[in-house]
């Protein structure tokens, strides 16, 4: 069980680190090598300090070491960290039970309209 917020949402982005490098790894081996690092974009300003930050605090040391993979995933240019403000997180849409007004704007930016939309009997 997790002890914080933080902690789920950096062994989330461990995850998401192990899959953007085993992908890059196939396309490598598919001949389609990629020349910079693979961007993930999180929307915890907790997380990236963490995952950057190789220096133990007392508020992290809880955590397994196998999730620090990150940091070795970063240093060596496999991956590139961002803050992405929850605002323009798209995925709410598909993660959360968003009010009807963000409903619409994430269902705008996914590019459906109401005519898109098949009505269900």
């Not at 196998?66 to 598909?94: A, P, W």
């Amino acid at each position: 069980m997790a002890q914080s917020t933080a902690k789920v949402e950096y062994i989330s982005l461990a995850t998401n680190t192990n899959q953007g490098i085993w992908l890059r790894k196939l396309l490598a081996d598919l001949g389609q090598e990629q020349s910079s690092p693979t961007e993930l974009y999180y929307d915890n300003k907790s997380v990236i300090p963490i995952a950057q930050n190789p220096v133990q605090h007392g508020k992290t040391k809880h955590m397994n070491v196998k999730f620090h993979y990150i940091r070795e995933g970063e240093k060596n240019s496999l991956v590139k960290l961002h803050y992405c403000s929850t605002d323009v997180q798209l995925v709410d849409i598909m993660t959360k039970a968003p009010p009807k007004s963000r409903l619409e704007f994430l269902r705008l930016k996914l590019g459906m309209s109401k005519a898109n939309l098949k009505e269900e009997c």
